[in-house]
């Protein structure tokens, strides 16, 4: 999926928490999409993946204007500053940044906050769900952070377009109605 795409993006909670490279692996040569990180306050660990490796693969870093970027491009990684949102970066405001800059198709991976702002703002297109046999229960974490639904109609509706055996998981491909 990241292959398909011009931009891999996750929040700062993500970031902070996995310390992922968001990367294509397993393909042999394969071009890499974009990482694009959104960070209102760039409060991300300069010496994780991400920092390591912001010369490798282009790393673009989204905050609000008064973040310390100069680390970050001490590194390599581009900053671009975006409007402040409801919980952090206006999501609208980062899309069109990365629009302005050639970035047409965006695979968010996660942060279940970043996705339910994506959500909020009506900015999805489709919707990967992967599930797995087991069931983790308030112990796991939330794919989708809180959307302030006042009532069940309110939701983000969603029609099934595919569905698929990934390995022994299971992928279900939904479009907004």
Same mark, same amino acid.
């Given at each position: 999926? @990241?292959? @398909? ?14 310390? #992922? ?7 042999? #040569?394969?071009? =890499? #999409?974009? !990482? ?15 920092? !390591?490796?912001? !010369? ?5 870093? %989204? ?7 100069? #680390?970050? =491009? !001490? ?14 970066? +206006? ?16 695979? %968010? ?22 599930? &797995? ?7 796991? @974490? ?11 109609? +309110? ?8 569905? @698929? &055996? ?12």
């Amino acid at each position: 999926m @990241r292959a @398909r795409h011009d931009a891999v993006m996750v929040g700062g909670g993500t970031a902070r928490a996995d310390d #992922p490279t968001l990367t294509v692996r397993g393909l042999g #040569p394969a071009r =890499q #999409p974009v !990482r694009v990180v959104l960070s209102a306050g760039l409060d991300l660990p300069p010496g994780g993946n991400l920092g !390591r490796t912001a !010369r490798d693969v282009p790393l673009w870093l %989204c905050h609000v204007e008064g973040a310390d970027t100069a #680390p970050w =491009q !001490r590194l390599g990684a581009e900053c671009l500053a975006c409007d402040s949102g409801k919980h952090g970066i +206006d999501p609208a405001s980062a899309l069109a940044a990365l629009g302005r800059r050639g970035i047409t198709r965006v695979l %968010c991976e996660g942060g279940g906050r970043l996705a339910a702002s994506l959500l909020a703002a009506n900015l999805v297109d489709e919707l990967a769900v992967f599930s &797995a046999g087991l069931t983790l229960g308030s112990d796991g @974490r939330a794919g989708i952070g809180a959307l302030g639904l006042a009532a069940l109609a +309110d939701a983000p509706r969603f029609e099934l377009a595919e569905m @698929r &055996a990934v390995g022994g998981d299971s992928l279900t491909l939904w479009r907004p109605r």
